[in-house]
């Protein structure tokens, strides 16, 4: 794979986008499904929906893919005529997923010779040392959402998890990822950066329970953890008030 091959991926996923404004056909009215969503949805269904329904979520999504779509075409203007080796791109991430276009913004890619190898994705932890299911939800959307999109994609690509305390414990875990993709093509090895293999097959068993809510499949899921304390339904949830 070339540079130019992977210039033209980036035309292409910038179509890509463009024509999921206003598309509809996915449950609430929605065009398309950010990685965030999915991760809140393997919280609790009924959840989500409240929180979509708080907020005017088709109109928001119209303007978003306009905006990044330009954020693609910006990275393209940006490549160097003649890249180095290895390179990491600030781009959204979009592809088509058993019928669902599935969209996230990670923290970027690493590209090598105009292929994708890696995919960062950084948050704040109180606990950086743990990989907890919800991370590995969305390790899942961005390699399925990836293998879906027009971007060439390595057989060994990886999805990266780096996490910190705070901001400042983050953006020194963040640089070194970064400095390490750059130069090495690997992440560190760190108590803090996660690695996940960005498998085509195993996101796609690990996310099929959870798309069948988006193609109306089946009635919501509620589950109970942590969130039900703010949740804007907890008073009138029947689980959320179970005891234990």
């Given at each position: 794979m070339s540079w130019e091959s992977f210039r033209y991926a980036l035309d292409e996923l910038r179509v890509l986008l463009?024509?999921?404004?206003?598309?509809?056909?996915?449950?609430?009215?929605?065009?398309?499904?950010?990685?965030?969503?999915?991760v809140e949805q393997s919280r609790c269904e009924r959840r989500l929906e409240a929180i979509m329904a708080a907020e005017r979520v088709v109109d928001e999504r119209v303007?978003?893919?306009?905006?990044l779509a330009e954020v693609v075409l910006g990275a393209r203007r940006?490549?160097?005529?003649?890249?180095?080796?290895?390179?990491i791109l600030s781009?959204?991430?979009?592809?088509?997923?058993?019928g669902i276009p599935i969209v996230g913004r990670p923290r970027g890619?690493?590209?090598?010779?105009?292929?994708?190898?890696?995919?960062?994705y950084a948050s704040i932890s109180s606990r950086p040392s743990r990989l907890y299911e919800q991370d590995r939800v969305r390790g899942y959307a961005f390699c399925?959402?990836?293998?879906?999109?027009?971007?060439?994609?390595?057989?060994?690509?990886?999805?990266v998890h780096?996490?910190?305390?705070?901001?400042?414990d983050l953006a020194e875990a963040v640089e070194e990822v970064r400095v390490s993709l750059e130069e090495n093509g690997q992440p560190p090895m760190h108590p803090h950066v996660h690695v996940l293999a960005c498998d085509r097959d195993a996101s796609l068993r690990?996310?099929?329970?959870?798309?069948?809510?988006?193609?109306?499949?089946?009635?919501?899921?509620?589950?109970?953890?942590?969130?039900?304390?703010?949740?804007?339904?907890?008073?009138?949830c029947l689980e959320a008030q179970q005891p234990g």
């Open positions: 463009e024509s999921l404004r206003g598309r509809g056909g996915l449950r609430n009215g929605l065009s398309y499904v950010r990685v965030s969503d999915i303007r978003e893919v306009a905006l940006r490549l160097p005529e003649k890249p180095p080796q290895r390179v781009l959204p991430i979009v592809g088509e997923v058993v890619i690493l590209v090598e010779e105009g292929i994708v190898k890696a995919v960062v399925a959402a990836l293998h879906g999109s027009p971007l060439p994609v390595a057989g060994d690509a990886v999805y780096v996490k910190g305390v705070n901001k400042h690990a996310l099929e329970p959870l798309l069948a809510y988006w193609l109306g499949l089946r009635d919501v899921i509620v589950r109970r953890g942590p969130w039900c304390r703010d949740c804007p339904l907890r008073d009138d």
